[in-house]
T-cell receptor
C-alpha cells in the first residue's frame, strides 16, 4: 500500500479560485515537504513542516501539518496560471545519522484556466 | 552556491553502451541521493550516500552503479540498460531534516 496518499490526483480550476491538496501518511512523519514540478523538470522546494500544528505561508500558498503529524494540506488562494504544475508531497519516514529516506505521494496535477 | 548541478541534461544511449550521469553540489551537504522518475509518476529513491558511503540501495539492478568520489560529486554509471530504464534521473542533496532536500534539474535518459 502507498505510504503517502495524496489527493486529488488532478485538479482543474478557474483562475482566481482557491484550492486545497491533501497528503496523508500511514506513519508518523519526521518531516513533510511540498514540492512543485513542471513536466520533465526538477523539483522546486515550496516549504517544509516538521512540528505538529505547524503552518507556513509563502505568497499565496499555505501549508499545514496536523497535530498528530500524519496529514498535511496545501492551500492556494486566488490561483493563477503560474501555479499550474505537479504538486508533490514528500515525507521523511526514516532518518539516519545524516540522511533521510524521502518518499513521495503520487502527485497532484494542477491546471489553472485563465 | 545553492544548487545541485546535473549533467548531461539529455542522454540517448543504446542498450550496449556505457555512460555516466554526473551530479555536483557545493553546499557542504553530506548526503546525496539518486531518484528515478517515470512519466506521470513520483520520484522513486534508488540510492543514498552519506559521508561518501553507500547507505541505502533500494534493490536497484546492477546495471546501475553509483559512485561517490568525494563529498561534492555523485555519479551514476549505466551499462546494458533496457528501454524501460528510460526516465528522468534526479539527483538531490540534503543537510538536515529542517533544511530539506535540494534537487537538480535532472537528466532525461532515453534507451534505444
Amino acid at each position: 500500500s502507498q505510504e503517502l496518499e495524496q489527493s486529488p490526483q488532478s485538479l482543474i480550476v478557474q483562475e482566481g479560485k482557491n484550492l486545497t491538496i491533501n497528503c496523508t501518511s500511514s506513519k508518523t512523519l519526521y518531516g513533510l515537504y511540498w514540492y512543485k514540478q513542471k513536466y520533465g523538470e526538477g523539483l522546486i522546494f515550496l516549504m517544509m513542516l516538521q512540528k505538529g500544528g505547524e503552518e507556513k505561508s509563502h505568497e499565496k500558498i499555505t501549508a499545514k501539518l496536523d497535530e498528530k503529524k500524519q496529514q498535511s494540506s496545501l492551500h492556494i488562494t486566488a490561483s493563477q496560471p503560474s501555479h499550474a504544475g505537479i504538486y508533490l508531497c514528500g515525507a521523511i519516514l526514516l532518518w539516519g545519522t545524516s540522511y533521510g529516506k524521502l518518499t513521495f505521494g503520487q502527485g497532484t496535477i494542477l491546471t489553472v484556466h485563465p | 552556491d545553492t544548487e545541485v548541478t546535473q549533467t548531461p541534461k539529455h542522454l540517448v544511449m543504446g542498450m550496449t553502451n556505457k555512460k555516466s550521469l554526473k551530479c555536483e553540489q557545493h553546499m557542504g551537504h553530506r548526503a546525496m541521493y539518486w531518484y528515478k522518475q517515470k512519466a506521470k509518476k513520483p520520484p522513486e529513491l534508488m540510492f543514498v550516500y552519506s559521508y561518501e558511503k553507500l547507505s541505502i540501495n533500494e534493490s536497484v539492478p546492477s546495471r546501475f552503479s553509483p559512485e561517490c568520489p568525494n563529498s561534492s560529486l555523485l555519479n551514476l554509471h549505466l551499462h546494458a540498460l533496457q528501454p524501460e530504464d528510460s526516465a528522468l534521473y534526479l539527483c538531490a542533496s540534503s543537510h538536515s531534516v529542517e533544511r530539506g532536500y535540494t534537487f537538480g534539474s535532472g537528466t532525461r535518459l532515453t534507451v534505444v
